[in-house]
């Protein structure tokens, strides 16, 4: 079964599974002892961190191990508010940084701190005049990931470190996406990553932070790791996880290149073989292994569900795959389609161009049937080939209005109050052709989702989107009928 959720977790690296049986047998004592058995232990971690530090770019001492990446990024961010805390309580984040960076800011913000959140461009990367402009003397702290976890679109690191650098601003970097293929460039302060994106085991994560950068740890101290992360250290796990990062990075120029012609593949594939397509992320500037698209008419989870069927284990950011109603706060800051959301992420060493071929021979099947299943307008180039072959679709009406249209049809109001992505989008494609040339329809709806995805319908449909307003229930979004 082909498992294209890399993005998520990878699979385990044969190098990890071999250390970590190894180490299994030499590294269970307590590294602060002196007997035999302590001082082996003590070998093997100062092993795994000359090696993860070798990765990084950093000095061993700069660098520790944490429970998890997650952990490694709330320990980073308090601890360099808390150093920095006479500069200022100011904190400075992309609008698509992990949630694990968006909830550290949440706490700081609880806590009396103010946090700045920089926007993005629609592939999902900042500016670095805009964020440089964000920054001043009471900011203690920025952050910015190197690729985003979601569309892969890479962010200018470089550029923006050196903003930093000249504002005295230290920058925490979340490498989690990006580490496996290279070092971080750009003259960071601290960066954050986790063993499971890059083949190693679960449970471990890296914190490095530079000589100079003033850091506070919080919470009890703890004499391990420099007194940033607490608890005994799971020796067996981080030799794994620092003998399989030197395995991908020996490994990652050819990888990277095979996998980046596959991922071209899908880029370029999907659109063509599937109608109403929106790729995302950034077309060159991005992660080897990861695409993202976005299917109009289509439920997410429904998508994600007929694709498991079908054998292949991918993710999404659609708010129809999670609990909530909000679309998510990547595809938000973006401001593109979101339903129907499917993200690609090939696993390294482990994906075949039979797999992607397979791939690309299902998909538009599957996606055409969960877009009948809703009830969707059948696309243009779909029917189009349907009245060729005799047959009499139920496409977008698109033609022009009647000469004497109702009063109704010239100011439609759409309730869809209740009913979530993609229903809200598939009526207003049904009713479009009922208003004459320059009138209007109304959706209301209360789905979030919404908000991104009837501007998207409208830019692939050539409609105009008016704008939104408030309404007694949910929001009223108008659309203009120009052709």
């Given at each position: 079964m082909p498992y294209f959720d890399a993005a998520s977790a990878a699979p385990l690296h044969p190098v990890a599974r071999q250390a970590l049986q190894a180490s299994l047998d030499e590294g269970w004592a307590d590294p602060a002892r002196l007997y035999r058995e302590g001082r082996r232990a003590r070998l093997?971690?100062?092993?795994?961190?000359?090696?993860?530090?070798?990765?990084?770019?950093?000095?061993?001492?700069?660098?520790?191990?944490?429970?998890?990446?997650?952990?490694?990024?709330?320990?980073?961010?308090?601890?360099?508010?808390?150093?920095?805390?006479?500069?200022?309580?100011?904190?400075?984040?992309?609008?698509?940084?992990?949630?694990?960076?968006?909830?550290?800011?949440?706490?700081w913000e609880a806590a009396g701190g103010s946090v700045t959140e920089v926007g993005v461009d629609r592939h999902g990367a900042v500016a670095p005049d805009a964020y440089a402009a964000e920054l001043g003397?009471?900011?203690?702290?920025?952050?910015?990931?190197?690729?985003?976890?979601?569309?892969?679109?890479?962010?200018?690191?470089?550029?923006?470190?050196?903003?930093?650098?000249?504002?005295?601003?230290?920058?925490?970097?979340?490498?989690?996406?990006?580490?496996?293929?290279?070092?971080?460039?750009?003259?960071?302060?601290?960066?954050?990553?986790?063993?499971?994106?890059?083949?190693?085991?679960?449970?471990?994560?890296?914190?490095?932070?530079?000589?100079?950068?003033?850091?506070?740890?919080?919470?009890?101290?703890?004499?391990?790791?420099?007194?940033?992360?607490?608890?005994?250290?799971?020796?067996?796990?981080?030799?794994?996880?620092?003998?399989?990062?030197?395995?991908?990075?020996?490994?990652?120029?050819?990888?990277?290149?095979?996998?980046?012609?596959?991922?071209?593949?899908?880029?370029?594939?999907?659109?063509?073989?599937?109608?109403?397509?929106?790729?995302?992320?950034?077309p060159a500037r991005r992660l080897p292994h990861v695409v993202t698209f976005s299917c109009l008419y289509v439920d997410g989870e429904t998508l994600l569900h007929e694709l498991d069927r079908a054998g292949f284990s991918v993710s999404s950011g659609s708010s129809c795959t999670s609990s909530t109603l909000i679309p998510s706060h990547v595809l938000r800051a973006m401001g593109v389609l979101s339903e129907g959301n499917v993200r690609v992420s090939l696993a390294p060493f482990d994906t075949s161009e039979e797999d992607v071929d397979?791939?690309?021979?299902?998909?538009?099947g599957l996606v055409a049937g969960v877009r009948e299943r809703f009830g969707a307008p059948v696309p243009a180039a779909a029917a189009a080939s349907a009245e060729g072959a005799g047959v009499s679709p139920s496409s977008e009406r698109s033609s022009e209005p009647s000469s004497e249209p109702t009063e109704a049809s010239e100011s439609l109001v759409l309730d869809t109050l209740g009913r979530r992505c993609p229903i809200p989008v598939i009526e207003l494609a049904k009713v479009i052709g009922e208003v004459p040339v320059g009138r209007t329809?109304?959706?209301?709806?209360?789905?979030e989702a919404a908000r991104l995805d009837i501007p998207a319908w409208c830019g692939m449909r050539g409609q105009e989107y008016v704008g939104e307003r408030g309404a007694e229930a949910g929001v009223a979004y108008v659309v203009r009928r120009l052709r």
């Open positions: 093997l971690l100062d092993a795994a961190r000359e090696a993860a530090a070798d990765a990084v770019g950093c000095r061993p001492d700069e660098l520790v191990f944490t429970p998890s990446g997650t952990q490694a990024i709330h320990a980073g961010v308090s601890g360099a508010l808390a150093g920095r805390r006479r500069v200022g309580r100011r904190l400075v984040v992309s609008a698509v940084e992990h949630s694990a960076v968006l909830h550290a800011a949440e706490a003397e009471t900011t203690a702290l920025a952050c910015l990931q190197s690729a985003n976890h979601e569309v892969g679109t890479e962010q200018p690191v470089r550029e923006v470190a050196e903003a930093c650098r000249s504002l005295g601003v230290p920058l925490l970097v979340d490498a989690a996406q990006s580490l496996a293929w290279g070092a971080v460039e750009g003259d960071w302060s601290l960066l954050t990553a986790s063993a499971h994106k890059w083949g190693g085991p679960s449970g471990v994560g890296l914190l490095a932070v530079r000589k100079g950068v003033r850091f506070a740890p919080q919470g009890p101290a703890d004499e391990r790791e420099s007194g940033r992360s607490a608890g005994f250290q799971n020796i067996p796990a981080i030799v794994a996880a620092a003998a399989s990062l030197r395995a991908v990075r020996a490994e990652a120029a050819a990888e990277s290149a095979r996998l980046r012609a596959l991922v071209d593949r899908i880029r370029a594939r999907v659109p063509e073989l599937v109608p109403d397509v929106e790729v995302v992320g950034d397979r791939f690309l021979a299902v998909l538009p329809v109304t959706v209301l709806s209360d789905d």
